[in-house]
């Protein structure tokens, strides 16, 4: 009988393997490139339902597995990530998506010759070598739950290999062809969120899903961000008529007050609620106990 923390783990995965065909890409759209903790895919539809009826430029500053952009598929976008190593696995799903398929396939390849802890082993060696795109491809899609993790001592990833069978390349390659042609009008760039976001312009759109500041420092090496750097850098997208809109762990959430920061007067326009399920960092720390309360209200804030 499979542990209870197993048994979690695999809960946290679609049924990944099922046939997938470029054709007919199922509605709505779930089909995931990369496997990353805080996803918003399953939530993008409640998200996109509050984007304003038309806007120009889209803008994902903090872009992790791209929940949104994925299933929003704009015409024109910018989407960016203070993660290099990410960033280079998106710059190569343009510049050369065979070559993002055949990264894959040649490390999903070690699996069948040494298995697959020590595949990830080797994998995971590699990457905390040498910090690179290709790695963290396959190290995403193989480790425990897509949490890509950080040790805070040296910066070497640290998460364990998943108890899941990472998806196949045949299957990785459905995907990569069908966020290929989603992210069309993407360009994919290697920015701090400021720096993106100061280059939108007015009737441009900007989605903002940052870490955590209290729970999520450890993870994708996030020492960067600050909250209230944020708010300012939204302050002046406001003030040159651009349309951003925040996504925030409502659990951490009270009042105008954002883990302890307050949130500035004005800012923002107004506040909606999103359908969420439950978080995956909860489900892991919780290991057996029920989880029926803990369900994460994600709330949105617009300054529109
Ligand atoms: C919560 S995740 C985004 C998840 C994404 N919505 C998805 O669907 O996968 C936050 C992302 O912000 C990035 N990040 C952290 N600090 C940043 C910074 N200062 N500038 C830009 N990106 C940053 C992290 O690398 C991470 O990928």
Not at 245 to 268: H, M, N, Q, W
Request: net charge neutral.
């Amino acid at each position: 009988m499979r542990s209870t923390a197993i048994r979690q783990q695999l809960e946290l995965f679609e049924p990944e393997d099922l046939p997938l065909s470029i054709m007919a890409q199922p509605k709505p759209f779930r089909t995931q490139l990369l496997k990353w903790v805080g996803n918003k895919q399953k939530q993008a539809d409640s998200i996109i339902k509050f984007f304003p009826k038309q806007f120009d430029t889209y803008f994902e500053p903090f872009l992790g597995s791209g929940g949104v952009l994925g299933v929003l598929a704009p015409e024109k976008a910018v989407a960016s990530d203070i993660f290099e190593p990410l960033v280079q696995i998106w710059q190569m799903l343009h510049s050369d998506k065979e070559e993002l398929k055949r990264q894959y396939a040649e490390r999903y390849a070690l699996i069948v010759q040494l298995g697959k802890k020590a595949a990830y082993a080797k994998v995971l060696t590699s990457y905390n070598q040498e910090p690179n795109g290709a790695d963290l491809l396959f190290l995403c899609r193989a480790c425990y739950g897509g949490v890509v993790r950080f040790r805070k001592n040296d910066g070497f990833m640290s998460t364990p290999v998943g108890v899941h069978d990472p998806v196949s390349p045949d299957s990785f390659g459905i995907r990569t062809d069908i966020w290929h042609n989603r992210t069309r009008g993407t360009r994919f760039l290697h920015l701090d969120f400021a720096a993106a976001m100061n280059q939108a312009k007015c009737g441009d759109l900007i989605y903002c899903d940052p870490p955590y500041s209290d729970s999520q420092t450890i993870l994708y090496g996030a020492q960067a961000f600050s909250l209230p750097r944020l708010f300012d850098t939204i302050t002046s997208c406001k003030a040159r008529g651009v349309y951003v809109v925040l996504s925030i762990d409502g659990t951490k959430y009270s009042g105008r007050k954002l883990c302890d920061i307050a949130i500035p007067e004005g800012l923002f326009e107004r506040e909606e609620f999103v359908s969420v399920g439950r978080s995956m960092l909860k489900r892991f720390q919780m290991d057996g106990k029920t989880l029926e309360d803990h369900e994460v209200r994600d709330r949105l804030l617009l300054t529109f």
